[in-house]
């Protein structure tokens, strides 16, 4: 079942908008969740850091998406370069690994892997509850910033991801895991397409 989308204002970072009714960047927010639930697959790589607190691990990560399926590739460092990773939807459903094992063990709970966290971020954006969302300004531009969480949890407490977007195409930018306030997965964003949706300002 979806959970309901909830935005509330955060103040000053919200842009003006103007009459009743949502604000610009709601409607922005919900016009993101519908591009990723329509998106018959979504592509990207991306720059992965992993905290676990005594150390600290970092990956590249080419990926692609279809709802039904992750496919991730690891490109860096060397020696994982090439490792394949697949995520199925089904409940239950493990990570395969194509070649070598990658032991760095979960970050929380629930599994969370530096691989597993690109189908997470994704699904968050799908159907993850909306706390919050404003426009937040960036150097000379803007970018969309959304908060996703557990609605029954204090702020702060329990898994929150923080989005960054482009408010132009609504490809992600960046994306941040949290468990108790602590951040534990970052993820930076490039050559993203969501359905032949690709920002040609990003390189990959």
């Given at each position: 079942?979806?959970?309901?989308?909830?935005?509330?204002l955060?103040?000053?970072?919200l842009?003006?908008c103007g009459?009743?009714?949502?604000?610009q960047?709601?409607?922005?927010?919900?016009?993101?969740?519908?591009?990723?639930?329509?998106?018959?697959?979504?592509?990207g790589?991306?720059?992965?850091?992993?905290d676990?607190?005594?150390?600290?691990y970092?990956?590249?990560i080419?990926f692609?998406?279809?709802?039904e399926?992750?496919?991730?590739?690891?490109?860096?460092p060397?020696?994982?370069?090439?490792?394949?990773?697949?995520l199925g939807?089904?409940?239950?459903?493990l990570?395969?690994?194509?070649?070598?094992?990658?032991e760095?063990?979960?970050?929380?709970g629930?599994?969370?892997?530096?691989?597993?966290?690109?189908?997470?971020?994704l699904?968050d954006?799908?159907?993850?509850?909306?706390d919050?969302?404003?426009?937040?300004a960036?150097?000379?531009?803007?970018?969309?910033?959304?908060?996703?969480r557990?609605p029954?949890?204090?702020p702060?407490?329990?898994?929150?991801?923080?989005l960054?977007?482009?408010?132009?195409?609504?490809?992600?930018?960046?994306?941040?895991?949290?468990?108790?306030?602590?951040?534990v997965?970052?993820?930076?964003f490039?050559a993203?397409?969501?359905?032949?949706?690709?920002?040609?300002?990003?390189?990959?």
């Amino acid at each position: 079942m979806r959970r309901l989308v909830l935005c509330v204002l955060m103040i000053p970072l919200l842009a003006a908008c103007g009459g009743g009714g949502r604000n610009q960047a709601e409607e922005l927010a919900l016009t993101a969740r519908t591009e990723y639930l329509a998106a018959p697959e979504i592509t990207g790589s991306a720059a992965v850091t992993a905290d676990y607190g005594v150390r600290v691990y970092r990956y590249g990560i080419d990926f692609t998406s279809t709802g039904e399926e992750t496919v991730l590739t690891l490109t860096s460092p060397d020696t994982v370069a090439g490792l394949t990773a697949r995520l199925g939807t089904e409940e239950g459903s493990l990570l395969e690994y194509d070649g070598a094992v990658l032991e760095t063990g979960p970050l929380d709970g629930d599994g969370l892997t530096p691989v597993s966290a690109i189908p997470a971020i994704l699904d968050d954006l799908r159907e993850g509850y909306l706390d919050t969302c404003a426009l937040e300004a960036q150097g000379e531009n803007q970018v969309l910033r959304l908060t996703v969480r557990d609605p029954e949890a204090e702020p702060g407490k329990g898994p929150e991801t923080a989005l960054w977007l482009d408010p132009t195409t609504r490809n992600l930018l960046r994306a941040e895991l949290s468990r108790d306030g602590f951040c534990v997965i970052q993820c930076e964003f490039s050559a993203f397409s969501k359905g032949g949706t690709a920002d040609p300002t990003q390189e990959k």
